[in-house]
C-alpha cells in the first residue's frame, strides 16, 4: 500500500536475502525498481586481481588470485578475509598450502577463515575473541565486566590493532567497536559448542552491565534465565506498546516459557493488550481473565481495575449486551480513573439505550455528567475519546 502511494520525492530502499512478496514483475514494468542482486557486488578477475596487489598490497600470481576470486565467487567480505589471512603469512610455503587447503575445502568460506585466524591467536586473546563475541558494541569497561579480566582494555586494543574483524564505531574519549556480523555469530556457535555453561554466564554479565531494555531482556533470555527476564519485560512492556514495538514484545513473551507468562498476571496482561493490538479478540479474552484473576488473587487492586477496564472495552465490541454490562459492572467496582469511569459509564448508558431501558440509561449519564462537570474541557473530551 505504501509503495502505491507513496510521494514521488520518497524512495524506498530494501535490503533482503530473499524476493520480498512485492509485486516485482508490475514495478519492473513501471520502471520503478532498481534492483542490485549478488552478481551485481561481485568482484570481477581484474578486480580481484586489483584488490589484492594495488588495495592490499600482496604479491600475488594470476594464478592464485584467479583461485581465490573463483573459490569466493567474488564475494568482497570473502576477499577481504583472504586478504588478511595471506599477509600474516611472509613465507611462500605458506601462502601456498593455505590456498590448497582453501581450494580443497567444501566448508562455508566464512567458517574456514575465521577458524584459520582463531586457531593462530595465543589462548588468552582466543578465550577473549569467543567471550565478547556475544556484545552488540565492546567498550574496554564493557569487557572487563563481563570477561572479568583486568587486562581486557590491552587484549581490546590488541584485537583491533591486529584487524581481526573489528571495526571502530565510534570516535570519542571511551572506544567503541564491534565485530563483523558473521565473524561475531562464528564466535558465538563456537563458545555455544565448547562452554555452554559459560556462555550463559556471560549472557547473564552482560544483562547486569547493559543499560537498555533490549539487550537486558536479550541476554537474560540467551541465558535461559527466565526469572530476571520476566522483570524486566513487566517493567517495560507497557511502554513499548505505546511506542508501537508490538512484534517485539510478542517475540520475548513467545520466547519466555508458557508457565512463566501464565503465573505472572503482568506478563498475561501484556500478552493480551498485544493480542488485542492485533485485533485478535478471541485469543486476547482468556489472557485478560487470567491476568485480572492474577491481579485479584494477589491484591493488586490497581492492576485488576486497568485489567478490567480494558476487559470491559473489548468485551463491549462483542455486541453482547449483558456481559458488557456484567464486566462494566465489575470494573467499576475497582479504584480506576475518572476519565475512565465516565467513558464505562457512558458506554453502559449506550447499551441500556439499545435495550430501551431509559431508568438505568438516565442513570448512568447522570453519573458520567457528575464525574465530568467539575473537570476542563479537554477532561471531558479525553474520556469520550
Known sequence: YFIDHQPAQVHLALTTRVDPPLPLARLRARGQLTEVRAHHLRFTPEEAQRFFVESMHLDLDATTIRTLETRTEGWAAGLRLLAGSLARLNRPGDRAAFINRLAQTDRYMFDFLAEEVLRRQEPALRIFLLETSILAELTPALCQTVTGRADAADLLAEVYRRNLFLAAVDDALTPVYRYHALFAEFLQQQLSREAPTRLAELHRRTATASTTPHQIIGHYLAAQDWAEAATVVEQVG?????????????????????????????????????????????????????????????????????????????????????????????????????????????????????????PATIADLEGAVSLAEPKPTSFILQALT
Open 238 to 358: 507497557e511502554q513499548l506498546l505505546d511506542q508501537g514495538a508490538i512484534e517485539t514484545l510478542r517475540g520475548w513473551l513467545a520466547t519466555l516459557p508458557a508457565g512463566i507468562v501464565e503465573a505472572r498476571p503482568q506478563l498475561c496482561y501484556l500478552a493480551g493488550l498485544c493480542a488485542w493490538r492485533r485485533w485478535e479478540l478471541d485469543t486476547g479474552l482468556p489472557l485478560m481473565e487470567q491476568a485480572l484473576a492474577g491481579f485479584e488473587s494477589t491484591g493488586q487492586l490497581e492492576k485488576a481495575g486497568q485489567t478490567a477496564v480494558q476487559l470491559a472495552y473489548v468485551v463491549a465490541l462483542s455486541g453482547d449486551l449483558s456481559r458488557t454490562n456484567l464486566v462494566i459492572e465489575r470494573a467499576l467496582r475497582y479504584p480506576i480513573a475518572e476519565h475512565h469511569r465516565i467513558k464505562l459509564l457512558i458506554s453502559r448508558a449506550a447499551h441500556h439505550l439499545g435495550a430501551g431501558n431509559w
